[in-house]
């Protein structure tokens, strides 16, 4: 629910970068976002499409790396997904951690054309 | 033409952490300790801030309240003399830290203490952002169900204290203790959890008793 003002900001970084580095057109955005980070990748795409309209950001394609969360166990050190309902490590039964795998929410880079 | 990969590698909220991260340092050089109060709506944040808020009379206490309208709970502190602001969204289901950096200039925020801030009643968004508090405070209830932790897992596992609040309701709603207990301890193994009444005021020595053991930490 908060993709309108992520997208936003998603496109002042990238516009940003590609000042930076004089491009006459950014061609493709790369973002990662963690299926926990809270912010749901359709919508991102849709968004895109509406603000990118008008911006130097127009026709760029967005690319969505997508990561699945996955906790820890703390006691064999496995990194495995939840079932739902439960912490239970696959392999020893063991409640797992949280990580931050599964949280990212970054621009990982852009692609740009220059004269 | 020459197309180029320009890598970027900046998180999306990054502007948002900047400014958490700036309140955070003004807090800090007052020696105000911020706690983002966090939890569903009806769990009872404010009546445990009421009681904790009494347990540190002692202390110098400032309180910014967050609701989407109204400013009810404001007025309920107020009329307890405790120094409080409103801050209204409008719509938006969290607090962030520009939204924290503008209330600050309308508390006296002089004296060394604590500021609570009480975010929008909500089990899911307020954990998503920083807003420059030092501890994030979780207050769920009994009457909520003990499932929450396997279905709103980023609060549980965001804060450093957790208030089970309604404590009295376990028997009547069918609480399940260890279910409860076992989630929180799988995403949070170290946060205190302390069952507590806020109507009636028990369990809050514990409570008071952990936060002023915060204070200039």
Sequence with gaps: MHEYPATLQIIKIATEHGRLHQAKRITKITLVVGEKSGFLSDSIEMYFKIIAEGTPVEGAALEILSVKPLLNCPNCSELFARKPYSFACPKCGQDGNPTEIGKEFYVKNIEIETA | ?217
Excluded at chain 2, 37 to 46: H, S
Excluded at chain 2, 147 to 162: C, H, M, N, R, S
Excluded at chain 2, 190 to 212: C, H, M, R, S, Y
Aim: glycine share 8%; with cysteine; net charge negative.
């Design chain 2, 1 to 217: 033409m020459c197309i180029q990969e320009i890598p970027v590698e900046e998180k999306i909220y990054a502007e948002n952490d900047r400014i958490a991260h700036d309140n955070r340092h003004f807090l800090k050089d007052r020696g105000i300790l911020g706690v983002n109060v966090m939890g569903a709506p009806g769990a009872g944040k404010t009546s445990s801030l009421l009681q904790i808020i009494k347990g540190l009379a002692e202390q110098n206490v400032y309180v910014i309240e967050g609701d989407i309208e109204s400013d009810i709970d404001t007025q309920t502190l107020l009329a307890q003399g405790i120094e409080a602001v409103q801050i209204n969204t409008g719509g938006a289901c969290h607090l962030d830290a520009p939204a924290l950096q503008l209330a600050f200039p309308r508390l006296s925020l002089q004296q060394p203490g604590f500021l609570f801030i009480e975010n929008v009643g909500n089990l899911v968004c307020p954990a998503e952002f920083e807003i420059g508090e030092h501890l994030k405070m979780l207050i769920c209830s009994a009457a909520e169900g003990s499932d929450k932790p396997y279905k709103y897992p980023l609060a549980f596992e965001k804060a450093q204290v957790i208030l089970l609040n309604k404590r009295d309701l376990k028997p009547y709603v069918g609480f399940d203790d260890s279910f409860f207990y076992k989630g929180v301890r799988a995403l949070n193994p170290d946060a205190p959890i302390f069952e507590v009444n806020a109507k009636t005021g028990e369990g809050f020595l514990e409570v008071v008793q952990w936060f002023k053991e915060r204070l200039g930490k």
